[in-house]
């Protein structure tokens, strides 16, 4: 790493610490040209495929926003769509893999976000799955009663 004040091409490695639950490190580094001393965060990059090939980095704030779309004028707080975001980040992170694509982040979100809200739910799994008709908002809907149903047996 170089020194950011004497541009000297290396570094020594003081310190580190993990931040932000593990997913950046931060590095205490001292300079052996000028003694200074720096600190360095790395982060992982996770890059998101896009159905055009088209590689972006992973952007929790997008996720946030079409969740949020999804929930307007639904009874649901910004701190729930943010913890959403974070649990939907977490998931794809712990797959392990450093590209994933953008159809895995969105089944990623269907499964927390019905859980948030039924509504919000089906208004982001109609765009996201492109929902063509009424049927296939009446087969997702059955599909929700029947889980429901479930879940209240067990």
Do not use: N, W
Request: include cysteine; charged fraction near 35%.
């Amino acid at each position: 790493m170089r020194c950011p004040y004497c541009r000297h091409p290396d570094s020594r490695v003081v310190d580190s610490r993990e931040a932000d639950d593990g997913q950046l490190i931060r590095r205490r580094r001292s300079c052996p040209e000028c003694g200074k001393r720096f600190t360095t965060v790395e982060e992982a990059v996770l890059a998101v495929v896009k159905r055009s090939g088209v590689t972006e980095p992973f952007s929790r704030a997008k996720i946030v926003a079409g969740v949020r779309k999804a929930c307007q004028a639904r009874p649901v707080e910004e701190d729930a769509i943010a913890l959403l975001a974070q649990r939907v980040e977490e998931t794809i992170r712990a797959r392990g893999a450093a590209e994933v694509p953008s159809q895995d982040v969105g089944l990623a979100i269907l499964g927390p976000l019905r859980d948030l809200d039924e509504v919000a739910y089906l208004r982001f799994a109609s765009v996201y799955r492109s929902f063509d008709s009424l049927g296939d908002f009446e087969r997702e809907i059955e599909s929700l009663r029947a889980a429901k149903q479930t879940a209240e047996r067990g």
